[in-house]
T-cell receptor
């Protein structure tokens, strides 16, 4: 039962353009969402998060949007840079589970020159 | 601050053998997690410790996996006996209690069972 889904395994974007990574979830008990970035041979690194009481959170080039009615969130990277090439994981926390996270399967982003 | 340390980085064993992984979390982080990441999938929580007590081990295959966190600091995850399907990256992470955004992962141990 995949409660957090990232339906695009890969995405290729030109440098300077916008990258949009999508994530869908099924569990209505999720109350906190995070995006992690992972380079090869390294552990995931926290990128940005959003609480379910908000619909947008911005941090520099990274913005996360949350649509609770559609159970959908997205990560926007503007402008995209070659160093953004990595695997991006969407993760969610369920209410009452403190800090346990459920991860999606990841989207590999490649930013080309 | 120093990150989450894990060792070894790589391990190859034959099925039915045993293996152990070690993790040293960030100093002061009370919560420690072990995640399993199978190729092509997202990380899956195996066990969560709060200090030296287990908070959640609902997805830990307890017939073959065990973990301990002595003195509430470093932790060891053991597999005995290993199966082919245990081939994965084992990630350790730590956080201050309740601070999900403070989740810091180590680089992981890549286990190959042949």
């Amino acid at each position: 039962d995949q409660q957090v889904k990232q339906n695009s395994p890969s995405l290729s974007v030109q440098e300077g353009r916008i990258s949009i990574l999508n994530c869908d979830y099924t569990n209505s008990m999720f109350d906190y969402f995070l995006w992690y970035k992972k380079y090869p041979a390294e552990g995931p690194t926290f990128l940005i998060s959003i609480s379910s009481i908000k619909d947008k959170n911005e941090d520099g080039r990274f913005t996360v949007f949350l649509n609770k009615s559609a159970k959908h969130l997205s990560l926007h990277i503007v402008p995209s840079q070659p160093g953004d090439s990595a695997v991006y994981f969407c993760a969610a926390r369920s209410t009452g589970t403190a800090s346990k996270l459920t991860f999606g399967t990841g989207t590999r982003l490649q930013v080309t020159l | 601050e120093a990150g989450v340390a894990q060792s070894p980085r790589y391990k190859i064993i034959e099925k039915r053998q045993s293996v152990a992984f070690w993790c040293n979390p960030i100093s002061g982080h009370a919560t420690l997690y072990w995640y399993q990441q199978i190729l092509g999938q997202g990380p899956k929580l195996l066990i969560q410790f709060q200090n030296n007590g287990v908070v959640d081990d609902s997805q830990l295959p307890k017939d073959r996996f065990s973990a301990e966190r002595l003195k509430g600091v470093d932790s060891t995850l053991k597999i005995q006996p290993a199966k082919l399907e245990d081939s994965a990256v084992y990630l350790c992470a730590s956080s201050q209690w309740g601070l999900t955004y403070g989740y810091t992962f180590g680089s992981g141990t890549r286990l190959t069972v042949v």
